[in-house]
């Protein structure tokens, strides 16, 4: 869906950088979130967002950072990045009422 | 925090035949309960949902159930096609507040 947009879609970096995905959405939905896609754990939830300015964590938070200044963006930062954040991510957007849309994904790797 | 459990974790089934999939929650208060299918390399996609005020939901070929005394869910697929072959994810979250746990997957494939 053109209403979600997720960049890169494609990402290779080293351990200890810093790396940033970035979200965007055009359909105004108050609820946006990151999760991380790896085998035998399906989705799981870093962080999620109500409102800009309004974040909370998720099931798996630790070592990733999020800002909500505009209620269009949610990106994701990963401070010092980690082999074990090899993943696939996907941010969404919600509509307050639990249904989700989720972007294309980021796939990042971590050499 | 909820826990959502999912089996199996890969079906296989004939073209035509029917696919159940399973899921247990922990938390009581859940009360909405969606269902994605996720085909290789895309995004998952809702494909059903059901909330804790309803038994079963159909919508064509896919029907979901819902036991809140026995806290589980169940999808199920009948007459089912090839293009049905793909990840299947189900979920839990309270109240709507967004914060939604994932099954780890079913892997279906429909043999033509």
């Known amino acids: 869906d053109a209403g979600i947009t997720q960049s890169p879609r494609y990402k290779i970096t080293e351990t200890g950088r810093q790396v940033t995905l970035m979200c965007h959405q055009t359909?105004?939905?108050?609820?946006m979130f990151w999760y991380r896609q790896d085998l035998g754990h399906g989705l799981r939830l870093i962080y999620y967002?109500?409102?800009?300015?309004?974040?909370d964590k998720g099931e798996v938070p630790d070592g990733y950072v999020v800002s909500r200044s505009k209620t269009e963006n949610f990106p994701l930062t990963l401070e010092s990045a980690t082999r074990s954040q090899t993943s696939v991510y996907f941010c969404?957007?919600?509509?307050?009422?639990?249904?989700?849309?989720f972007g294309a994904g980021t796939r990042l790797s971590v050499l | 925090g909820e826990n959502v459990e999912q089996h199996p974790s890969t079906l296989s089934v004939q073209e035509g035949d029917s696919a159940v999939i399973k899921c247990t929650y922990s938390?009581?208060?859940?009360?909405?309960f969606p269902w994605y299918k996720q085909e290789l390399g895309k995004r998952p996609q809702l494909i059903i949902d059901?909330?804790?005020?309803?038994g079963e939901k159909k919508d064509q070929r896919i029907a979901v159930t819902l036991n809140k005394t026995a806290k589980h869910f169940s999808l199920h697929i009948t007459e089912t096609q090839p293009e049905d072959s793909a990840v299947y994810f189900c979920?839990?979250?309270?109240?709507?507040?967004?914060?939604?746990?994932f099954g780890a997957g079913t892997r279906l494939t429909v043999k033509p």
């Open positions: 969404a957007t919600g509509t307050g009422t639990g249904i989700q849309y």
């Open positions: 359909w105004s939905h108050s609820y």
């Open positions: 967002s109500a409102a800009a300015d309004i974040t």
């Open positions: 938390d009581s208060a859940s009360n909405y």
């Open positions: 059901i909330r804790s005020n309803v």
């Open positions: 979920a839990a979250s309270i109240n709507n507040n967004n914060d939604m746990r």
